[in-house]
């Protein structure tokens, strides 16, 4: 397939969404992660069934609350149900034309297609710096965040795609935000999709 | 320190060290691997001493002929000592200026210096085609040197760095040889050294 798509899993305080932001402005496409996912596959009527399946299990106004609960042992999971709601979204964002996907495993997800698979990590130091700054929180918190997001991450990751996240086998291109800077980061983004058509 | 040295990590049959010897070649800049700094660690006179300790262990044309024979469990390792010459044969080198450095863990040699650090890798279809290709063996062969070769990196670097090879935080950016091609890889290389300024 022609369509050519950005997909960019990070490390957490990596700067992965913000550099993903500026990889999309520069090259004038659309930019996808998973807040926006989720309101489109709200939008969209996918999460319909998934909505009547959740209310067996407990109340809720949205779905996606639902997100990071523990996998149910008896009966489906709604984990696996958004997954594959997602999967469809992120199927039909790419049929569209190129564009940015950060996270919701978009590598796996689009491996059938054109893709420019990025992965973007940093220095411990500045990802606890820069998740201090972000997240308002202290040090030992920020420290905590990175840790247990990546660490679900890392096994969301190997259960729906039975890859290894941050296995460089998986990418085009591992950088370091760090070494690099998040703008020089985006700008070689940018620069290989350009170059690669 | 303002010299700008290109340290190329590789896995076996990537095509790293050709993608290296490019770069310099883009750049004007001196390329070094492991046979060039052996043949400056033997004019240099760095050597000596260890010629001397050699022949203690055996007979031998060439002190490199140990550079992979297992460590001596008593007395000192000719490994040893043929890295510490290594060692100062690159900062050497770094010192006079930019270059490219393909292997000899120089990441970790040179880390206190203005390093881009690359690791280069490439799908194992990829890397077995280019080994039967460039060594003249069967599929069988090919595989075993990669596997083996790589392992051997891999032991080694961490012996001497402490650092466990290929991991991401100790290089500036990874690539994928097989999905951007050696002649792009190279490109971008030399691209970011230049915009790195």
Redesign the interface.
Known sequence: MSNKIITISREFGSGGKYIGILVAKKLGIPFYDKDIIEEIAKDSGFADEVIKRASEYAPSKSIFAYSFVGRNANGESIEDKIFAIQTRVIKELAAKGPCVIVGRSADYILKDMDTLNV?I?A?QKEKVKRTMSFKGVSQKEAEKLISETDKRRSINYKYYTGQSW?D??N??????ST??GVE?TA??IA??YR??D
């Open positions: 992965f990590y220095s941050g460089r086998e990418y085009t291109v591992m950088l370091n070494d690099l020089k700008e070689f620069e290989l170059q690669e």
